[in-house]
């Protein structure tokens, strides 16, 4: 059974402040991708990244997919009170399917 | 703009009812998820179909069914919903099926939150 491990589970930090989440797995992906979740709301992609040691940019968001494309991180400079959320993690398995992250669910205080 | 529309945001049943969730995309995707989400478990994939009248089980489908008699809409049926399947029911759709290591984006929907009692 494919799993996707997320750490930290939970995460509180002060406005300024950089973090980054991880994703892991003993599995390989074709591809990976982040969401983020906030309260009431169904997840939104940020990112899909597809070859191995790739890393892609999103303004103070950095993602990056392990080399052997088992793992993922992604790591938040200066987070903002609007970083706040549920972040996900998915690996994609198969033809359709996606296994997703136990997720970790960031605060960002102001 | 993808929209993704669940009929119900909220919901209260009794064990033994039938439960209808519905789900809406207006962006003519072929590919319709049915996933749940649980504390600590994240998404777990109920269902899946990739055309009308046409479905795949996911990981966990067991108390479940689902129906797409159109290509906008994606059912899920909870044919005598117990306790244990209090959970947040999160509605997914993307376009055509994945070409080898290419991704779709899966648009969701807000979630219906369902409490069985």
């Known amino acids: 059974t494919q799993l996707l491990e997320q750490s930290p589970q939970f995460l509180s930090i002060q406005e300024g402040e950089n973090l980054t989440v991880y994703c892991n797995s003993s599995?390989?992906?074709?591809?990976l991708q982040w969401y983020r979740q906030e309260p009431g709301e169904g997840p939104v992609l940020l990112v899909t990244v597809v070859t191995g040691g790739e890393v892609k940019k999103l303004k103070r968001l950095t993602f990056q997919f392990g080399d052997a494309r088992k793992d993922s991180s992604l790591h938040i400079t200066a987070a903002q009170p609007g970083d706040t959320g549920l972040y996900l993690c998915?690996?994609?398995?198969?033809?359709?399917?996606?296994?997703f992250g136990t997720g970790t669910r960031l605060k960002v205080l102001a | 703009d993808v929209k993704v529309t669940q009929s119900s945001r909220y919901l209260v049943k009794r064990t033994g009812e039938k439960v209808f969730l519905e789900c809406v995309q207006d962006?003519?995707?072929?590919?319709m998820f049915w996933y749940r989400q649980d504390p600590g478990l994240g998404l777990r994939l109920i269902y899946f179909s990739y055309d009308v009248k046409m479905k795949e089980k996911g990981d966990i489908p067991e108390g479940y069914s689902v129906s797409r008699e159109k290509k906008e809409r994606f059912s899920l049926i909870l044919e005598s919903a117990s306790t244990n399947q209090t959970s947040m029911y999160l509605c997914a759709s993307s376009f055509q099926l994945r070409l080898a290591g290419g991704p779709e984006t899966q648009y969701f929907g807000p979630g219906t939150r369902l409490l069985v009692l």
């Open positions: 599995s390989v992906f074709s591809s």
């Open positions: 998915a690996g994609a398995s198969g033809t359709y399917k996606y296994i």
């Open positions: 962006m003519d995707h072929e590919n």
